[in-house]
């Protein structure tokens, strides 16, 4: 499994209930996890910057070299504070989550 996505890993899929699932799942619902809280990061972040900064992140990404590490990057160096941001994300995907599953697991019990 990929190293950036054992925080998922150790946080995510305990408390959804997900670490009984084969490790392919396993590894297919992070990705899919680690692609939802990126693209709600995404939003919060451009959301929370200036026009200036919009404008230059808007030039990142023309470039060859944007990709989410460098789009991370950006964030980080713009936004003094990216780190809460996406802690705050990560929480409100688990609570989220485990509101929907603790729904559908009495009706699959």
């Known amino acids: 499994m990929p190293n950036n996505l054992s925080y998922l890993y150790k946080n995510i899929l ?8 084969p490790t392919d799942k396993q590894e297919q619902m992070l990705l899919k996890i680690g692609d939802i809280i990126f693209k709600r990061v995404l939003i919060r972040a451009i959301d929370s910057m200036s026009e200036a900064a919009k404008i ?8 060859k070299d ?3 590490g460098a789009a991370l990057d950006f964030f980080r160096a713009k936004l003094p504070n990216f780190d809460q941001l996406v ?3 990560v929480a409100g995907f688990k609570k989220e989550a485990a509101e929907i599953m603790a729904q559908v697991k009495p009706a699959t019990a």
């Open 14 to 21: 305990p408390s959804l209930g997900l670490r009984d699932l």
């Open 56 to 63: 230059e992140y808007e030039k990142l990404l023309k470039t």
């Open 66 to 68: 944007a990709d989410a």
């Open 87 to 89: 802690a705050d994300e």
